[in-house]
RNA sequence: UGGGGCGUAGCCAAGUUGGUAAGGCAACGGACUUUGACUCCGUCAUGCGUUGGUUCGAGUCCAGCCGCCCCAGCCA
């Protein structure tokens, strides 16, 4: 069962002081993407926060597009979150777009301009970074500090009216140019930017930069907790300011979490869109992204997500969570949910020299042994089989208990097997088994005569289905223990890395295509279908690969094993 | 060397006013097993970055060190 609750965090602490202090009667969250890319498992983390707090305490969330800078955004990606957002599970309350209040936060502007808290700056960008002063530097005034609050207003309508060109004007809120805090340094507040923008088109040619935008947005529409990543705690004063200084009526607090990191997995939007755009993978729902997009086609639930993202929790300090957390949380859940059927990746031919020419038998087989409401199947049992050629070793280690010469199986659902005679072709590669089977083991007799130690998987040979399987591994390896690696080289520099670098450690091994065989009875398995695969592990259908003559697995998860070589 | 944060097991993370270290993942034993899976049972911090201090008692309070992250976009 999913547990909904939220665990115990900082941020359910202040609600709930919130709450009972009388300071809100109901709460209020947001989710506020830039629709400038997909969403990934770290916005997943954002997102189920903010909906199970608002919902735990009965409050409601809206989805609010930060959509402030024109020149990165598109609705393609408004379309996208949307989806994401509600495959997730959630449903927003105000669907908003920060150019709804592009309007209202001019007028606020004006008002800071009346009240000679911002000013209009010609200097250029290249001035105001020299002018700003450095981390132990205070920065100096800009020579249009002082302009009259009549000069300010008519520059601003001129700026808004398009009188200028690109980055010849700001406007800059006036604070303190020798704050500690880089951000209070006079801030850019307006740019002047000629762009069309996706919601309104070319009506402005100045854009609110985000720490004006966002506490205004917060503000208009009421949110309580404005929650957002660590690296915004610089701009809190900030954010303060505005909503005092523009004299909102409504005054959310801004909340600061550590976002999502994750091992083997990349977490940077300009890096997912580097990975798109070069074509390392097949677009932003390739199944080896780790974007919400690509997590559903590879075949993980919203159900396995929500569990992941509450079981990590939230707290303020950087951390790298183990990929295998996410796996765990799949697995849990397509657990009782999957159908469990038999499929040969890797096929190797058998023959049962004692069964009987043309004969076919169809047994019964359990669809989930551990979800008896399943039901159960009928599957062919014949001369020719295929197996995993993984499951036959010819010179086996001690303690290996599948098929090698002169050992006997149970194959899952028929009959023990015992290999007599080893087929190769003139490479020497094993090409065929001839074995023999024991009509007494048949499942479903009892059968106790004798123990076998493994069991193994198979598929009929004359009724299987054709199928191609996709097993993946991480798109990128973690750096290992740089063991030797000499150190002091300023080139190699992480994180901000050139895409050249990133690009070269890209895992060339992510993908690995295998042609083998499915049952019968999985004929017309559609999209988004899950099964387990016995001994195999998870896979779902592949949504734009699958064919009506051949479907695509995508393995979502393996199972676990402790079995070693 | 300015400012803002953070340090609890291999990883994530609880720990309300000081009262004797939750939980999950992983790992490792063992039982069970027609999935080397699942399930079940057990193990896994005399210890909370470190050093001192206050106290009957400190992960929680105080002081000092050490380490890590973020900030000098007209990005968000």
């Given at each position: 069962m999913e547990n909904k609750q939220v665990s115990s965090n900082f941020i359910k602490n202040i609600i709930i002081e919130d709450l009972e202090s009388g300071k809100h009667k109901k709460i209020l969250t947001r989710f506020p993407p830039e629709p400038n890319g997909y969403l990934h498992i770290g916005h997943a983390k954002s997102i189920v926060l903010n909906f199970d707090l608002a919902d735990e305490f009965k409050g409601l969330t809206n989805v609010r597009f930060d959509d402030t800078n024109p020149v990165k955004e598109d609705t393609e990606y408004v379309e996208s979150i949307k989806e994401d957002v509600e495959w997730l599970g959630y449903k927003w309350d105000g669907l908003y777009f920060a150019s709804d209040y592009f309007e209202e936060m001019y007028n606020r502007a004006v008002l800071l301009i009346k009240k000679g808290k911002a000013y209009v700056c010609e200097l250029s960008a290249n001035e105001i970074r020299e002018t700003r002063g450095t981390l132990n530097r205070p920065g100096q005034e800009s020579p249009y500090h002082s302009r009259s609050v009549e000069e300010n207003l008519d520059l601003f309508t001129r700026m808004?009216?398009?009188?200028?060109?690109?980055?010849?004007?700001?406007?800059?809120?006036?604070?303190?140019?020798?704050?500690?805090?880089?951000?209070?340094?006079?801030?850019?507040?307006?740019?002047?930017?000629?762009?069309?923008?996706?919601?309104?088109?070319?009506?402005?040619?100045?854009?609110?930069?985000?720490?004006?935008?966002?506490?205004?947005?917060?503000?208009?529409?009421?949110?309580?907790?404005?929650?957002?990543?660590?690296?915004?705690?610089?701009?809190?004063?900030?954010?303060?300011?505005?909503?005092?200084?523009?004299?909102?009526?409504?005054?959310?607090?801004?909340?600061?979490?550590?976002?999502?990191?994750?091992?083997?997995?990349?977490?940077?939007?300009?890096?997912?869109?580097?990975?798109?755009?070069?074509?390392?993978?097949?677009?932003?729902?390739?199944?080896?992204?780790?974007?919400?997009?690509?997590?559903?086609?590879?075949?993980?639930?919203?159900?396995?997500?929500?569990?992941?993202?509450?079981?990590?929790?939230?707290?303020?300090?950087?951390?790298i969570v183990d990929a295998q957390m996410l796996e765990h949380f799949v697995r849990e859940d397509l657990k009782l949910k999957a159908p469990r059927t038999m499929a040969v990746i890797k096929p190797l031919k058998v023959i049962i020299t004692n069964y009987p020419e043309g004969q076919v038998e169809w047994l019964d087989a359990e669809n989930n042994p551990e979800n008896p409401a399943m039901?159960?199947?009928?599957?062919?049992?014949?001369?020719?089989?295929?197996?995993?050629?993984?499951?036959?070793?010819?010179?086996?280690?001690?303690?290996?208990?599948?098929?090698?010469?002169?050992?006997?199986?149970?194959?899952?659902?028929?009959?023990?097997?015992?290999?007599?005679?080893?087929?190769?072709?003139?490479?020497?590669?094993?090409?065929?088994l001839r074995c023999t089977y024991d009509p007494e083991t048949k499942s479903g007799t009892d059968f106790t005569g004798r123990k076998v130690k493994g069991t193994i998987h198979w598929v009929e040979a004359a009724h299987a289905l054709p199928a191609e399987f996709r097993l993946y591994e991480p798109l990128i390896l973690d750096e290992q223990e740089e063991a030797d690696e000499p150190e002091g080289e300023e080139a190699v520099e992480t994180g901000t890395g050139t895409s050249a670098d990133f690009l070269d450690h890209i895992n060339p091994n992510s993908l690995e295509i295998l042609q083998g065989f499915i049952e019968p009875n999985m004929a017309g398995v559609k999209p988004q279908d899950k099964f387990q695969f016995f001994r195999y592990g998870y896979f779902n259908v592949d949504v734009r690969l699958t064919s009506p003559e051949k479907p695509v697995f995508n393995r979502i998860v393996s199972l676990k094993s402790s079995f070693k070589l």
């Open positions: 808004r009216s398009g009188e200028f060109p690109d980055g010849e004007k700001v406007l800059r809120a006036k604070i303190d140019m020798a704050s500690p805090n880089l951000n209070m340094r006079d801030p850019v507040i307006y740019r002047i930017a000629h762009a069309s923008h996706h919601n309104t088109g070319d009506k402005w040619c100045i854009y609110p930069m985000y720490d004006y935008a966002h506490p205004i947005e917060d503000a208009v529409e009421g949110i309580t907790h404005s929650i957002c990543t660590l690296e915004f705690e610089d701009h809190r004063p900030l954010y303060d300011w505005v909503i005092r200084e523009c004299e909102m009526e409504c005054q959310p607090r801004q909340i600061e979490f550590a976002r999502l990191n994750m091992t083997n997995t990349v977490m940077s939007k300009r890096k997912l869109k580097l990975l798109v755009d070069e074509g390392v993978v097949d677009g932003w729902d390739d199944p080896r992204m780790p974007t919400i997009s690509g997590l559903r086609r590879r075949g993980y639930t919203p159900e396995a997500m929500r569990s992941f993202v509450r079981e990590i929790g939230v707290a303020k300090g950087n951390s039901g159960v199947r009928k599957i062919p049992f014949s001369r020719e089989i295929y197996v995993e050629q993984d499951d036959f070793m010819e010179d086996p280690p001690p303690k290996y208990f599948r098929l090698f010469p002169g050992n006997e199986v149970r194959l899952k659902n028929a009959y023990f097997i015992k290999c007599n005679e080893v087929i190769k072709d003139e490479q020497g590669q094993v090409t065929e």
